[in-house]
């Protein structure tokens, strides 16, 4: 079946403007999660939606925002780039708590974000 | 707030050597331990999981790990490594009963070189 979809690659954007990542999960899959890979700081947690909901949110300012869709596609926005915004933006899916005790995230490729 | 150390940042080893990566994480409670793996140019994937049960669990491509509570680690072993090995690993911690993997709290990554 197919993977975790995201969407774009990579981009490339100016302080202060902002900016939409998109994310399409497994078939199936109502969990979307979203993280933030740099190297400094490694993978950061950022957000979780289930059915359209944010069920949990890390440590990050209010510039990051993130939406879920009926058909489980999330996207995240982040708003007033910063520089130290540039990373690798990854999403993971998985299936709900609850439904299975084997549940796994599937992680996309990322979008690699670079501000200038 | 919960974390995740991972003592190596970097180890190289030859071919045939024995492996073993630390991982401790602070939360007391109930927790979900997984380890995953990120290949160079590849997305995350899955080793291995522990939710409850035989703190010694086996994973994918002769990976084990053994959860001690009392130590709160949860190492990462193999006997013998690969070239094919190389990547970068990555500890990782929910909260909670069920197992959810929504909210994966990472260590910051031991890359791993193995020598031919």
């Not at chain 2, 090995?85 to 791993?112: H, M, P, R």
Request: net charge positive.
């Amino acid at each position: 079946k197919a993977g975790v979809t995201q969407t774009p690659r990579y981009l490339i954007k100016t302080r202060g403007q902002q900016v939409t990542l998109s994310c399409s999960p497994i078939s199936g899959h109502r969990s979307v999660s979203w993280y933030q890979q740099t190297p400094g700081q490694g993978l950061q947690f950022l957000f979780e939606y289930f059915s359209e909901t944010q069920r949990n949110k890390g440590n990050f300012p209010g510039r990051f925002s993130g939406r879920q869709f009926s058909n489980s596609r999330s996207e995240m926005n982040v708003s007033t780039l910063e520089l130290g915004d540039s990373a690798l933006y990854l999403c993971a899916s998985s299936l709900p708590t609850g439904l299975s005790m084997n549940t796994e995230a599937f992680f996309g490729q990322g979008t690699r974000l670079t501000v200038v | 707030a919960q974390s995740v150390s991972q003592h190596n940042h970097h180890v190289i080893l030859s071919e045939a050597a024995s492996l073993e990566l630390g991982c401790n994480y602070s939360y007391g409670g109930t927790v979900n331990l997984f380890w995953y793996v990120q290949y160079p140019g590849q997305h995350l994937q899955l080793l291995l999981k522990y939710f409850s049960g035989d703190p010694l669990v086996k994973g994918i491509k002769g990976f084990e790990a053994e959860f001690i509570k009392s130590k709160f680690s949860f190492n990462l072993r193999k006997p013998s490594v690969q070239w094919s090995d190389t990547a970068e690993y990555f500890c990782a911690v929910t909260q909670g009963y069920g197992g959810s993997q929504g909210n994966l709290i990472f260590g910051k990554g031991t890359k791993l070189s193995v020598k031919p």
